[in-house]
């Protein structure tokens, strides 16, 4: 090919002024006008769509409508207190169980936490501190001549609780006492739920706080003995006299016992206000074995 001939070959870019449609270069002004180039568009997309992955889009596990579903189901089998349902519709139970077991957490199920212990079944925790919520001795209380405006808001009053395990019964023990003493003796376990709770205010701020003790749990916690409410997260052979020795008149205990013939029933203890003790039973139950000691 000659150079004349390659001078005379059409220019297919950029074009000149007087190949361009007449009234061209005014459309494409006008349409730079209107639009603004994003070359980051993509990149900003991409951004977009992982966050839409792995944000809470309002069906995740720490949506409301999850733990209202629970809620319900513990309504339909025979959890009325209007205190506890608040509770657990407000404590987010996936906050206290391992990563990998999240997606259980508000099945009507036990799961494993660690160092052979587990979180008990969402109905068998309501099933005991119902029991609680409906001790006689509030009746008493409620009767006295110093009127006690926080006996429908706090039933438990002053609670001990016996295995504090991850941490969440003491959550809900909380929303429902004036103060909570949570005793726990595996150290592990007692820092796994610290960290659990702290964990809890800072998704639900205001949450009452808990006193944890790391220690053994079969001698109770005297210093801020006696309690209105005693409830134990494991069973043995007999319930420790320090537990009865800590229970307040008017105060009720619940905890699993071996009776030595049908395993672990669920036992209720009431120190009437002479005093003395009533002993009564409420079914059969299955929880970890009750130790002494620290570990």
């Known amino acids: 090919m000659s150079h004349g001939q390659a001078e005379r070959k059409p220019r297919r870019f950029p074009l000149q002024l007087d190949q361009i449609p007449a009234g061209a270069s005014a459309a494409a002004a006008a349409r730079a006008s209107r639009e603004v180039l994003r070359p980051q568009a993509p990149l900003q997309q991409a951004v977009q ?54 997606n259980q957490a508000y099945e009507d199920t036990s799961l ?53 395990g991850c941490g ?25 739920a610290r960290h659990n709770l ?23 916690h005297a210093p801020q003995a006696p309690y209105d409410t005693l409830i134990a997260a494991a069973g043995g052979s007999s319930l420790p006299q320090a537990w009865l020795d800590q229970l307040a008149p008017g105060g009720r205990l ?9 395993g672990q029933v669920l036992v209720i203890v009431d120190r009437l206000p002479d005093g003395s003790l009533k002993h009564s039973r409420a079914g059969a139950v299955l929880f970890v074995p009750l130790k002494s000691g620290m570990t």
Not at 198 to 220: C, E, H, K, N, T
């Open 112 to 164: 494993p936490i660690g160092l052979g212990q587990t979180i008990s079944k969402p109905s068998v925790v309501a099933a005991m501190i119902q029991l609680l919520c409906v001790r006689p001795g509030l009746s008493t209380q409620a009767a006295q001549a110093v009127p006690r405006p926080d006996l429908a808001a706090r039933p438990l009053g002053n609670c001990l609780e016996i295995g504090t």
């Open 49 to 102: 769509d992982r966050l839409r992955q792995t944000t809470p889009q309002g069906v995740g596990l720490d949506s409301a409508p999850v733990r209202q579903r629970m809620v319900k189901r513990l309504s339909a089998e025979g959890i009325d207190h209007p205190g506890l349902l608040d509770a657990f519709a407000r404590v987010p139970r996936h906050l206290f169980v391992d990563t990998a077991l999240v």
């Open 168 to 192: 969440y019964q003491a959550a809900l023990l909380a929303h429902l006492s004036r103060q909570v003493v949570s005793i726990e003796r595996l150290r592990d376990l007692h820092l796994k």
């Open 254 to 262: 619940v905890a699993p016992t071996d009776d030595g013939r049908q």
């Open 198 to 220: 702290d964990a809890l205010r800072r998704s639900v701020p205001g949450w009452p706080d808990v006193r944890l003790v790391y220690g053994d749990g079969m001698i109770g």
